[in-house]
């Protein structure tokens, strides 16, 4: 897994690299530096708007990250004309910035110092390459001052004499560590903040760069090494990512004298008359991502469900839903199975949910457990569930799982999920961009997936998944964030192929080996 650091992670590391380590400061600002220089050396490499490297406007801030900029352009300026624009004072710079800015000097490397808005009109700002070291990690969204109005001249907002320029080419833009005026804990950003289209880090990506504005505002983001140890960011982190690597160590190559048992029962609670393709999809889908035995029990059996699936009819109310009756049914088929999905196309009856949410608080602690669509309706947000429990709300039904508004969550929705998870002690998986997984202590984003999977029955297929990698004997926050993970690369690979538009859940399932044989 790929570990994520808050701004305040990033900085303390910064600190155990030279404490336990005895790396000094300018040593790390050196090493971040290079780093740096070398991989924006490879972008103009492969980039249109910069193969032909001519020149390079840096900006720097006073700060920490003005001196990766000073130091970047000592490495730049072999390879092409190198300007910087500077704002701050020298009284307030650290020793290691002001030492790069000296070299920088030393090396006749141009220099303007931006002082007030006058300065940055007549600003020059023509260049193959724009580098923005001017905030980093430290910074958020409040900015003010003449920052904001460097900002808005780089990103093509006015002219040297105040007017809208008319551009001969698009610079490329590069941010150093993180865009400025982007908050790299919460994503947030202000109107003016750098518009990035690749983002080089260190040591690790801020949860930021992944959340609201954040990514379209960081463009592409490479991790560059500051020369500590890679292990420092995983002993603190408490975000993470999933990456390809996760699917073989999660799902180990399979033993010859093994059978069906061995790979988990999944029983499947929903459907109704006139919703039967729901479960239909989720339990495709829970074969598909490895379950050794998939049962259904729903009120209308679709015609076209895998005849490998183990299919129950049970019982209907007026409305086509489960009736209550099959309650006793239901509880001791739970008690045979390794995992239980609960939700798709169940419907709204009121009488259905009343049972539901009595089989809920009956199996609660015994059985891995996903609770998604209408089963989430089951529950108040004042219950304590369990460790084993994971619901899969999107951003509607979250919003009326807490009875709030949505666009009241829309800003905060990492942290209302962990304090959510936190509250009802389960596990939560909050479908919006990115989906964020949470137990309320550890958090995974899963930064994969594309638009075209914004389509009826994506997230039924979402279910079948989690409940399989849930029966496979994962721990319920991981079988939750592989499920997504495996869920996004599935529609990722289905949408080279269809296309996003043509996208359909069918397509994700049918992708599903080509990514599970990544093992």
Known sequence: MKSILLPEQQTSLDSVAMQDYAMPALLLMENAARSAAEKILQLAETHSHAQQLRSVLILCGSGNNGGDGFAIARHLHHYAHVRIAWIGDKEKMSPETLTNMKISERLGIPMAHIVNELDVKTLNTDADIIIDALIGVGGNENLRGIVTFLLDKVSGMWDSFGNMPSRQHQ????????????????????????QADYTI???????????????????????????????????????????????????????????????????????????????????????????????????????????????????TTEEGTIHPDEQHTLLEAMNKADAIIMGPGLGKNTETLAMIRSLILAILHHKPLILDADALCALHHTDILSSMTILTPHLGEYARLTGQKREDIADTFVTQAQQTA??????????????????????????????????????????????????????????ASLGAY??????????????????????????????LTLQ
């Open 486 to 515: 495996i869920h996004a690369m599935a529609g990722d690979s289905a949408a080279t192929i269809k296309g996003q538009i043509s996208l359909t859940a069918s397509d994700i399932i049918k992708a599903l080996p080509s990514v």
């Open 171 to 194: 610079a490329l833009h590069i941010a150093i560590d993180i865009p400025t005026g982007l908050n790299g804990a919460t994503g947030l950003a202000h109107p003016s903040a750098f």
């Open 201 to 315: 880090t260190m040591l690790a990506p801020k949860p930021g760069m992944y959340i609201n504005q954040g990514t379209a505002l960081c463009g592409t983001i490479d991790t560059v090494s500051i020369g500590a140890p890679t292990s420092l960011p995983s002993t603190i982190a408490r975000y993470h990512c999933h990456e390809p690597s996760d699917i073989a160590d999660f799902f180990p190559p399979r033993r010859k004298n093994t059978s069906k048992f061995d790979y988990g029962r999944v029983m499947i609670i929903g459907g109704s008359t006139a919703m039967s393709g729901a479960v239909c999809l989720s339990a495709h889908a829970a074969f598909a991502a490895g379950a050794g035995l998939v049962e259904l029990y729903t009120p209308s059996v679709h015609a076209q469900l895998m005849p490998e699936v183990i299919a129950h009819t049970l019982m």
């Open 422 to 479: 936190h509250a009802m002690q389960c596990t939560l998986l909050l479908k919006n961009t990115p989906t964020i997984i949470t137990d309320g202590k550890n958090t995974i984003l899963n930064i994969n997936g594309n638009p075209g999977m914004a389509t009826a029955g994506s997230g039924d297929v979402l279910a079948g998944i989690i409940g399989s990698v849930a029966a496979q004997k994962i721990a319920p926050l991981y079988a």
